[in-house]
């Protein structure tokens, strides 16, 4: 298994930028699949970008697109979500999730999980 804990979270103002970050440990950080979710109360958990194992390949929601940048860093067992531009809208709790097999855009996709980190945009 692979513990996470997720960091940066705070209050920005509209416009303002953080980085995100993912500390992983227990296993091998480099064998999962990891993506970055948001969910605000009431509302369903949402996919916000991904990254396979070695970085290859990225994929990011359309709401986030140009603005967030998801990134890992293997050799220190860390994951990261840059955001930028930020909105009113991002506010939610971020959460950072891996996944063994081939991850993907669903919440179902994903096996491990942090406890997030709230992320306030005021407008």
């Known amino acids: 298994q692979v513990q996470l804990v997720e960091s940066g979270g705070g209050l920005v103002h509209t416009g303002g930028s953080l980085r995100l970050s993912c500390a992983a440990s227990?296993?091998?950080?480099?064998?999962?699949?990891m993506a970055w979710f948001r969910q605000t109360p009431g509302k369903e958990r949402e996919f916000v970008a991904a990254?396979?194992?070695?970085?290859?390949?990225?994929d990011y929601a359309d709401s986030v697109k140009g603005r967030f940048t998801i990134s890992r860093d293997n050799a220190k067992n860390m994951g990261y979500l840059r955001m930028n531009g930020l909105k009113p809208d991002d506010t939610s709790v971020y959460y950072c999730?891996?996944?063994?097999?081939?991850?993907?855009?669903?919440?179902?996709?994903?096996?491990?999980w942090g406890q997030g980190t709230q992320v306030t945009v005021s407008s």
């Open positions: 227990g296993r091998p950080f480099n064998i999962y699949y």
């Open positions: 990254i396979s194992r070695r970085g290859g390949i990225i």
């Open positions: 999730a891996a996944d063994p097999g081939m991850g993907g855009q669903l919440r179902e996709d994903y096996d491990y």
